[in-house]
């Protein structure tokens, strides 16, 4: 979701407030700035999402007290994916593969994002990374539903992953890393794009609205994990 260019009234959307066109890395003065999260990445995907995947980590593992280490990588080729999982490559998101407890950024993903959200791309990767570390948080603490094959139970494991991320997104609000506003505005755009994506031949029948919930709905999920802070909102189960 990362544009090179981004036009007046798209960075308007993201910034909040009114046109304020800034130089990469400098951002609004209306709040935290995008590179704040990982000043010393700049907009390179890989290190940001290296440096957002330990950060989100770090998070969780301070607050289940157990390590949360799942290894999280950037354009897996398909032979680095287990067969079972390898489908959701041509889909060009991010997913969690549980067969090998590995999260998975596709390149598709990447460019999408770079295309769309240009200085803005950490907000971006911080939405795919932090919701798909929370599936590595709910498989942790053996989530009720978390192996669910209906579309109602995915629709539920979905957002509490999305709450899961509003947490984590909590801590940098309070940590000055992060602005809510624009930041809940950029989940809106990831998710909106994401959404729209065309499902491909290989999956045929899947459904992400069916499986994931309307972008409406994934907004409110992470807006109470954002607005609170606490895990326990999201319906997290105790760590057995």
């Known amino acids: 979701m990362a544009r090179g260019r981004l036009l007046c009234g798209v960075l308007a959307a993201l910034l909040l407030a009114g046109c304020t066109v800034q130089r990469a890395g400098h951002g609004s003065a209306s709040g935290p700035t995008p590179d704040v999260l990982c000043p010393r990445a700049g907009l390179d995907a890989t290190a940001l999402v290296n440096c957002l995947s330990a950060n989100v980590a770090r998070f969780w593992s301070g607050q289940l007290h157990e390590p949360i280490n799942e290894p999280v990588l950037v354009d897996p080729t398909p032979a680095s994916v287990p067969a079972g ?31 769309n959200f240009g200085a803005f791309l950490p907000w971006a990767l911080a939405t795919i990374v932090s919701h798909e570390i929370g599936h590595v948080v709910q498989q942790a603490v053996h989530q009720p539903g978390f192996d669910t094959s209906t579309a109602a139970g995915s629709r539920h494991i979905e957002q509490q992953a999305d709450c899961l991320s509003g947490v984590w997104a909590h801590a940098q609000v309070t940590a000055k890393r992060l602005d809510p506003n624009g930041y809940r505005t950029a989940v809106r755009r990831e998710l909106a794009s994401v959404s729209s994506l065309p499902t491909p031949h290989g999956l045929s029948g899947y459904n992400e609205i069916r499986t994931h919930g309307s ?20 319906g997290l189960a105790h760590s057995q």
């Open 215 to 234: 972008v409406a709905q994934r907004v409110k999920a992470l807006s109470v994990g954002l607005n609170s802070g606490s895990a326990d909102r999201c």
């Open 85 to 115: 999982c390898r489908e959701f490559l041509s889909y060009g998101t991010a997913f969690f593969c549980t067969e090998n407890s590995t999260v998975y950024v596709t390149h598709k993903a990447i460019s999408r994002d770079q295309h």
